[in-house]
């Protein structure tokens, strides 16, 4: 949704991503409007992308993503897209998670936490194709000032 010329509506989606255990992803209804500066947004993805907001979940993710952060995605992620790595919110068995992607030499794919207190996983690609849906890739975060 474009608001004016300079500024630039995004939707916000009534989910949230579990950076912990796994929500179960209810609806992806549009809560509300995050708007922002063109310019600004554009430092983060490119003009076109498809881009939504949600609300970060647990701990898992400390200390890049609190609780309660607000994640701006941008959804035209590809395969190459995590192969380069990064933060990705991401379905395994029907839960939404935010977590940190790595995939290894030999297809298998690391799922980290950034707080030392979880373990990473490694699942294999026959796994990760039946069970496993990248839905985006996290671009910015920010919360409250802690």
Same mark, same amino acid.
């Given at each position: 949704?474009? *608001?004016?010329?300079?500024?630039?509506?995004?939707?916000?989606?009534?989910?949230?991503?579990?950076?912990?255990?796994?929500? =179960? =992803?209810?609806?992806?209804?549009?809560?509300?409007?995050?708007?922002?500066?063109?310019?600004?947004?554009?430092?983060? *993805?490119?003009?076109?992308?498809?881009?939504? =907001?949600?609300?970060?979940?647990? !701990?898992?993710?400390?200390?890049?993503?609190?609780?309660? !952060?607000?994640?701006?995605?941008?959804?035209?992620?590809?395969?190459?897209?995590?192969?380069?790595?990064?933060?990705?919110? @991401?379905? @395994?068995?029907?839960?939404?998670? *935010?977590?940190?992607?790595?995939?290894?030499?030999?297809?298998?794919?690391?799922?980290?936490? !950034?707080? !030392?207190?979880?373990?990473?996983?490694?699942?294999?690609? #026959?796994?990760?194709? #039946?069970?496993?849906?990248?839905?985006?890739? *996290?671009?910015?975060?920010?919360?409250?000032?802690?």
């Amino acid at each position: 949704m474009t *608001v004016g010329r300079n500024e630039v509506a995004i939707a916000r989606y009534s989910v949230q991503a579990s950076a912990g255990n796994g929500a =179960v =992803v209810l609806a992806e209804e549009v809560a509300d409007w995050f708007r922002v500066g063109r310019d600004w947004l554009e430092r983060y *993805v490119p003009r076109g992308a498809r881009t939504g =907001v949600i609300e970060a979940r647990g !701990d898992s993710m400390e200390p890049t993503i609190s609780d309660g !952060d607000i994640l701006l995605l941008n959804f035209d992620v590809n395969r190459q897209d995590v192969a380069n790595g990064g933060v990705f919110v @991401i379905t @395994i068995d029907g839960n939404l998670f *935010v977590k940190r992607l790595q995939i290894m030499l030999d297809g298998s794919i690391m799922i980290r936490s !950034d707080n !030392d207190r979880y373990e990473p996983e490694r699942v294999d690609r #026959e796994y990760a194709d #039946e069970k496993m849906l990248v839905h985006a890739r *996290v671009v910015w975060s920010g919360g409250p000032l802690r």
